[in-house]
Every structure is written in structure tokens, then in C-alpha cells.
């Protein structure tokens, strides 16, 4: 079994790799500090298992599980129980609370190797319907972009476009391409900050300047920087509603 090793503490993948002299079956192919080296390594290596950190610097560890999708078995390790519930509905095999003993840690790679056995579970799915059902908007939104991980605000998010099986989200004068349907984010954002004018068109309120007549019975949403959104009538009504 591969594992790769996730955690900004030093002391803490010091532990790990201490524990892990008592399974001579499991090979440690990467000890990563941060989400971004993570994400990378994961993508690279595509190891059986990954022991994950949740509170880390630049992304955090359901941050990752959401860009690496299905790709590998988790096991969460942290400091704070709160996040419990949370990790199992991504479908983490295991969730250790540090400071946890050796006898826990060879009960989770136990777990983990029962789960080998089996097919893989469909993580990304199941990522994306939690991240759907969070109470809390998504506050930023992350690309993945081949090795390298943008991470855009929510709020500089001017306008989104649906493009086949993508969305290309704008923001800050550039566009990014995102894997996935304008519906699927738009359920994830403020409701009250994006809003749905158009079957391929989610805007944020906040960056529209006017509204325009576009023709007969219909209208156009004039941005900050000029770029003019087509608007269809029960989009008009949302947006007349939300910028009176």
C-alpha cells in the first residue's frame, strides 16, 4: 500500500513516520506540508491512501479532498473533533484525533486495507453533494489547472458561463475554466450575491452597473467593466427585484 503523509507540523508527519516502522507493507511515497503540495503529489503519485491533515495553510483538508476528487482513500488526522461528521460524509475511511496511540493508527491502516478489497468509492460525487449541502456559501472557489491550484474569491467573482461540461468563471479580468454544470456552483454560492439571469449566465449583483433594454421584451446586464449578459424574462425579474 502507498501512502502519502499531509500535515504543516513537522513533529506531527515525524509521528507518522514513527508508527508506519511497524508495517513494512505500506511504502510512504510523499510527506507533504501544505494542501497545494498535496494536491500535486496525489495527482503525480496516485497513492492507495492518504493521511490528511484538516487545518493547514493555503488549502485546507476537505479543500484538497474536493480537487483530488475520487482519486484515493482518506484517512483524516486532526487536533478538533468538529469536523467529524464532515469527513465521513466525503466517505474518509477513518478519522484519528490526535494525539492518537500507535494501537489507533494500526486500527485505521487495518481499515484501510479491508477497504483495498473493495471498489473505490465514488468520492468526487460525494464531495460535491456535501459541499452542495453546507449551510455556509462557498466563500471561494478552487481550479484545478493541470499541477498548479487557483483559488478565487467568491467576491471577485464577477460573471459565470456555462460551457458544455464546464463553467468559465471571470474574475479580476481573467476567466478560468472549472470542470462541472452553472447549476451544480450556483447552488454552492451566496444566493444573495449570484444570482441566475440567463440558462448560461450566473452574475454577481454586486459588479452590475445597469440594466439595459436589448431588444423587444428583452434586456441585458451591463457589467463594472462593460461586458454586456444577456438577461431572460425570469432572470429580469430576479435581478430587477435584487438591485431596486
Known sequence: ????VVDDEPLARGVAREYLAAHP???????????????????????DLVLLDIQM??????????LVGGKTRLIFA???DQYAIRAFEI??????LKPFSQERFDRALAHARASLASALPRQEAAVREAAAARDRPLGRVLIRDGAKVHVIRAETIAWIEAQDDYVQIHADGKAYLKNGALGELEAQLDPGRFLRI????L????????IEPAGRDSHAAILAD????????SGYQKIRGAMQ
Open 25 to 47: 507493507d505500506i511504502e510512504l511515497v510523499a510527506e507533504c506540508a501544505n494542501g497545494f503540495e498535496a494536491v500535486k503529489a496525489i495527482t503525480e503519485l496516485a497513492p
Open 1 to 4: 500500500m502507498r501512502l502519502i
Open 91 to 96: 466517505h474518509a475511511l477513518d478519522y484519528l
Open 78 to 80: 486532526t487536533a478538533f
Open 57 to 66: 495553510p493555503k488549502l485546507d483538508g476537505f479543500e484538497v479532498a474536493e
Open 226 to 233: 462593460g461586458t454586456r449578459l444577456p438577461i431572460s424574462r
Open 203 to 210: 452574475v454577481n449583483v454586486e459588479h452590475v452597473a445597469r
Open 198 to 201: 440567463h440558462r448560461s449566465y
